[in-house]
């Protein structure tokens, strides 16, 4: 079962151009995190954001999280080619263990 | 920087063979993930262990599948008989303490079956 849904499933934008990708998800969690993939390989971590925080910055990128409406958002600023990606969102909650549970994935292809 | 390492990379069979995929999480890892991804979707855990012990495999389809830490270091995850539907990416992945940690990810194996 996946409860994160990120929007939207693919976009396409310049290269210096921001992105912004967004996660929804349906029960109350403990933390939120977004992971990167690039294609045919392993996820990596990008950034952690915990349920009382409300905005987070790693270099170039911008988490925030509004647990009032369930959503995060992931910004990507000054986009580069080596962006091109898909890019998850995933949950943790006390009610499933804090186990990962990970959205389809949005997948941002970056033009030079 | 330490990596999970996962073996092989590719791997094709055909349905009802047998097949078995390695995994080498981080030193110091208590906690290792085996994940299967299907094109276009996001993982979907099948087991984790913690140390030696499986905390979780509600997921794993117990009557093909099977997965081993033998000395609580690398896992072993098996297939028998494979089916076409088992086509997928199976992920690795491992975290110091557990579920709410930053998991580290392996390459995946993608399996094809025919």
């Known amino acids: 079962s996946q409860q994160g849904e990120e929007d939207p499933q693919a976009l396409s934008i310049q290269e210096g151009e921001n992105a912004t990708m967004n996660c929804s998800y349906k029960t109350s969690i403990n933390n939120l995190q977004w992971y990167r993939q690039n294609s045919g390989r392993g996820l990596v971590h990008l950034i952690l954001?915990?349920?009382n925080e409300r905005e987070k910055h790693s270099g170039r990128l911008r988490v925030t999280l509004d647990t009032s409406k369930k959503s995060s958002s992931l910004l990507i600023t000054a986009s580069r080619a080596a962006d091109t990606a898909s890019y998850f969102c995933a949950t943790d909650a006390l009610d499933s263990n804090y186990q990962l549970i990970w959205g389809a994935g949005t997948k941002l292809i970056i033009k030079p | 920087e330490a990596e999970v390492a996962q073996s092989p990379r590719y791997k094709i069979t055909e349905k009802s063979q047998a097949v078995a995929f390695w995994c080498d999480p981080i030193s110091g890892h208590a906690t290792l993930y085996w994940y299967r991804q299907i094109l276009g979707q996001g993982p979907e855990l099948l087991v984790q262990?913690?140390?030696?012990?499986?905390?979780?495999d509600s997921q794993l389809p117990k009557d093909r599948f099977s997965a081993e830490r033998l000395k609580g270091v690398d896992s072993t995850l098996k297939i028998q008989p494979a089916e076409l539907g088992d086509s997928a990416m199976y992920l690795c992945?491992?975290?110091?303490?557990?579920?709410?940690?930053?998991?580290?990810f392996g390459p995946g194996t993608r399996l094809t079956v025919l």
């Open positions: 262990f913690q140390d030696e012990s499986v905390v979780d």
């Open positions: 992945a491992s975290s110091r303490r557990g579920n709410a940690d930053t998991q580290y």
């Open positions: 954001i915990r349920s």
